[in-house]
């Protein structure tokens, strides 16, 4: 059975609800990977909301990978139905300690920020793990690297033993050892998303923010010769037209990868 990759949010740094990009999507990072009923999600931003609302049961038990704790990444949280359920268990991990998740739950769900008061409040059940190596969640093999971010951020590698997806938003692909240990570690996947943030004249001003251009994405698709390529953290006021330039040119300019600007609610197959 392949996996399937679906984007509920595919823009960096806000949501940009206009006209004019509403087919490669508005929201905030989120990636679910599924494999039949079985699924884990990537990342809460805004999209993270809009997939509880595809929803048919909003209770049982939920599996979400954090990437890192930047404002796009997590700010969906409270728009995640399941928090909500009383017969609901969050699981989140991330290779952050388990009382900095909590506490970045903790602010979160602050008093000062909604009706709510710490994690701790809500109906439903919270648990925290912390990743220290592969680790099998949901019957799919995870495992992580660090990525070239602001701040300490990581990528994440679903497998189910036949095929596997790599996540690697938020991340500047320079040639530094971080870059490298993350292509050896990508090497052959299936799938590739990858942070495409920029065209090469916006990263002249961009450098050292953290984020790749499409040619350091596709590049990085080269050498860890990836099936497929989805490219995603659009820039926020980016519009449908413009991707579908950059993705047309980027076709013609590496002919040998299979490459597109994520869309959001959008299957993608292994």
């Avoid at 004019?20 to 990342?43: A, E, N």
């Avoid at 404002?71 to 949280?77: A, E, T």
């Avoid at 928090?83 to 388990?98: A, E, G, L, Q």
Wanted: hydrophobic share 35%; glycine share 8%; charged share 20%.
């Amino acid at each position: 059975m392949p996996l399937d990759v679906v984007f509920y949010g595919t823009r960096g740094s806000i949501s940009a609800p206009h006209e004019d990009i509403l087919r490669y999507g508005s929201l905030t990072s989120c990636v679910v990977i599924k494999s039949g009923d079985r699924s884990v999600v990537i990342d809460a931003g805004f999209g993270i909301g809009f997939y509880s609302d595809h929803l048919a049961n909003k209770m049982g038990n939920f599996h979400v990978l954090i990437s890192h704790f930047h404002w796009d990444h997590i700010q969906g949280l409270n728009y995640f139905g399941p928090v909500h359920h009383p017969k609901s268990t969050n699981n989140f991990y991330s290779p952050f300690k388990v009382e900095q998740l909590q506490e970045v739950m903790d602010i979160y769900f602050d008093g000062s920020y909604g009706p709510f008061n710490g994690w701790e409040a809500l109906n439903s059940k919270f648990e925290f793990h912390k990743l220290t190596g592969d680790i099998k969640i949901n019957g799919f093999t995870v495992s992580m690297i660090p990525l070239n971010h602001t701040d300490p951020c990581y990528a994440y590698k679903i497998s189910d033993g036949n095929s596997s997806v790599v996540y690697a938003s938020d991340h500047e692909a320079i040639n530094n050892q971080v870059n490298r240990d993350f292509i050896d570690w990508a090497k052959g996947c299936d799938i590739l998303i990858h942070d495409a943030m920029y065209e090469d004249n916006e990263y002249e001003h961009k450098i050292g923010w953290g984020h790749s251009t499409f040619d350091m994405a596709c590049e990085n698709a080269r050498k860890i010769e990836a099936k497929k390529l989805l490219l995603t953290h659009h820039e926020p006021l980016r519009s449908d037209k413009d991707l579908d330039r950059i993705e047309s040119e980027l076709k013609k300019k590496y002919p040998g990868l299979d490459l597109v600007c994520a869309q959001q609610v959008i299957t993608y197959s292994s």
